[in-house]
């Protein structure tokens, strides 16, 4: 959690950043091996796509780790999601502070989703696990 707050903190990870940072590569790609050009919509396309999959991997690590120190309690997986619902929304609140940021709640769902896929493959996996164990 601390690190996510972290890296709310810093101006560099702000939408407009993350474009230019993607259009850099993309030149230079492009440049290297001369590949086909791509419009500021394409980067648009590819800087929401790395956004948001940044958000569900990030989230869906949080959830984990959570559900891992939950563990013992009969309702980890949920009470992991929760509090990582919970934290989203924190952050988002926390982003709307600072400069070239935006607290948006479709950040909050890509968040949630990112816990709830990570928690559901951990469920999958400890039951295939004790299925094994036990027969």
Known sequence: MASIFCFTQLPYFTGEHTS????K???TEHNTINTPRTDSADINILNLIVRKATHIIVFGILALLLFKSLEINRYSYILAWFLTFLYAMT????????PGRVAS???????SVGALIDLLIAFFIIRRKRKRIIA
Request: proline share 0%; glycine share 0%.
């Open 20 to 23: 230019e940072a993607i259009q």
């Open 25 to 27: 590569v993309v030149v």
């Open 91 to 98: 952050d988002e609140y926390h982003q709307s502070f600072m």
């Open 105 to 111: 709640f479709r950040d909050v769902l890509f968040d």
